[in-house]
């Protein structure tokens, strides 16, 4: 019964504390869904705290995910938001100094916005976290101003005026170069236009515009020059194509006469071998009629003799068909007859195991309950087994009893020699030697557990049982000695 509390103990215990694991997890669980913060596509998440260095051992102060998610560990990191939303910044530049030393206004929308760039990413999330746009915007229109004006100040009026491509893209250079350490990216550079108080510009607008009338003039009288030399050649490629048009007309109606007269006498070529192919087609058919009838005729014939010869075969292998089933259907009730006698001799012997099994087990249980009892009354289990052997005693007593109850022994005659070198005599050695062939009683107590009565066997003071006296010494003389 206590055996049985302490398990149902320790099974409580097991089951309080594989609860407690489970609702631990599951909290570390929640914690963890709750931390794990998703990126959307038009913003930098940038989390700050305990950061883990780069692949080549170096520190960084911030770890910047862009459209994807990762985990915020909680008391050691935090997470905030950088917004990508494009910022448009009109920079009005004025008195800009050219290389050629004049002073030109050059209006433009720069469109700026932070970059997704793993490493520009870092330079924003250090220079630009916490930030509104609007002094983001400030920010990068200082930056465009400085790098304006240094790109104006390396190249001529006409370059900056003639070719604007190189004037972008020198501007697009030197200002993103410059975006880039703040975190940022230039995406557009828009140049709407530029002047000059001197007037510089616009002298080489008017030279352009008269240059580009005159190359007009001149383009339209090239024009007109081609207009005319091209009608004229125009007309005459009619002409020729109208005479080529009218020959192969005359030519086309002579082939078509000539070949509507080859088709006429085609056509009645084709009508004679027509008729020649249907009347040779009308004796041959006649000719196959026949042949086919024939044919028929002969086939009867063979369908009626063999309607009956099959009918005469029928007649006997119907009956031995009959025959054969019925002596199949006879050893299929025999072998199922076989069958089911197996079946039942099988489901018999299983069910008399089944009740011996039953019985024996019975019969093991109520010896297990009544050594469990017996053990309960005596205490232990080796005062248990002393109890069953001293119940069992007076069986194994009368079993060695029943063994030498039969040996008789009516007389032993012993011619004694005198003593041995051990100092007894032959009689006494034979005496001795036919009393320890029997099991020893004192042995037999022992092996029960239990102790001879002292009456039988004293022990002296040390706890040893005194061995009988020693007979008396006989003479070396020869004794007679019945028994």
Avoid at 18 to 43: E, T
Avoid at 47 to 71: E, F, Q, V, W
Avoid at 97 to 123: E, H, W, Y
Avoid at 165 to 182: H, T
């Amino acid at each position: 019964m206590n055996k049985l509390l302490d398990m149902g103990t320790g099974a409580t215990i097991g089951i309080v504390v594989g609860i407690v694991v489970v609702l631990v997890l599951l909290m570390l669980l929640l914690v963890c869904i709750a931390r794990y913060k998703k990126c959307p596509s038009d913003k930098v998440m940038v989390i700050y705290g305990k950061i883990s260095k780069n692949k080549d051992g170096t520190g960084r102060s911030a770890k910047c995910i862009h459209g994807g998610a990762a985990l915020v560990v909680p008391f050691f990191q935090s997470y905030t938001f950088l917004d990508l939303t494009p910022l448009s910044i009109s920079v009005d530049l004025k008195n800009a100094l050219s290389k050629q030393n004049i002073r030109i206004d050059v209006p433009s929308v720069f469109t700026v916005g932070i970059s997704t760039d793993p490493a520009i990413m870092q330079n924003a999330a250090e220079r630009l976290l916490g930030l509104q746009l609007k002094q983001i915007s400030e920010l990068a229109k200082d930056v465009i101003f400085g790098q304006l004006r240094l790109v104006i100040a390396t190249m001529d009026i006409e370059e900056i005026n003639t070719d604007r491509d190189k004037f972008l893209e020198a501007i697009s250079r030197n200002v993103e170069g410059e975006l880039k350490k703040l975190g940022l990216k230039l995406i557009n550079v828009n140049m709407t236009d530029i002047s000059d108080e001197s007037g510089y510009i616009a002298a080489l607008g008017k030279e352009a515009a008269a240059k580009a009338i005159n190359d007009a003039k001149i383009s339209v009288a090239e024009e007109n020059k081609k207009g005319s030399i091209g009608e004229a050649k125009a007309q005459m490629e009619q002409r020729i194509s109208v005479a080529e048009a009218e020959s192969r007309a005359i030519e086309g109606e002579n082939k078509a006469k000539a070949d509507i007269a080859q088709s006429k006498a085609t056509l009645r070529q084709r009508e004679a071998e027509a008729m020649k192919l249907a009347v040779t087609a009308e004796n041959v058919q006649a000719a196959k009629a026949k042949e086919e009838s024939y044919a028929a005729e002969q086939a009867a014939e063979i369908a009626r003799a063999s309607r009956e010869k099959a009918t005469q075969e029928a007649d006997v292998i119907v009956a031995s068909e009959i025959e054969k089933r019925k002596i199949e259907i006879e050893a299929d009730a025999e072998a199922e007859n076989i069958r089911r006698r197996a079946k039942g001799e099988a489901d018999a012997i299983y069910a008399r195991m089944e009740a011996e099994a039953r019985g024996l087990l019975q019969t093991l249980t109520k010896q297990a309950e009544g050594m469990e009892k017996l053990v309960k009354a005596a205490g232990t289990a080796d005062e248990a087994v002393r109890l069953m052997i001293a119940d069992k005693l007076e069986e194994l007593v009368a079993t060695q009893v029943e063994a030498i109850k039969n040996i008789k022994i009516d007389k032993v005659t012993v011619w004694d020699g005198g003593q041995n070198a051990e100092g007894k005599t032959a009689t006494a050695n034979f005496l001795s030697g036919m009393l320890k062939s029997l099991p020893p009683l004192d042995d037999l107590y022992g092996m029960a557990g239990l102790k001879m009565p002292k009456l039988i066997a004293p022990e002296n003071a040390e706890g040893a049982k005194t061995k009988p006296a020693e007979e008396p010494k006989q003479s070396k003389k020869n004794k007679h000695t019945d028994v």
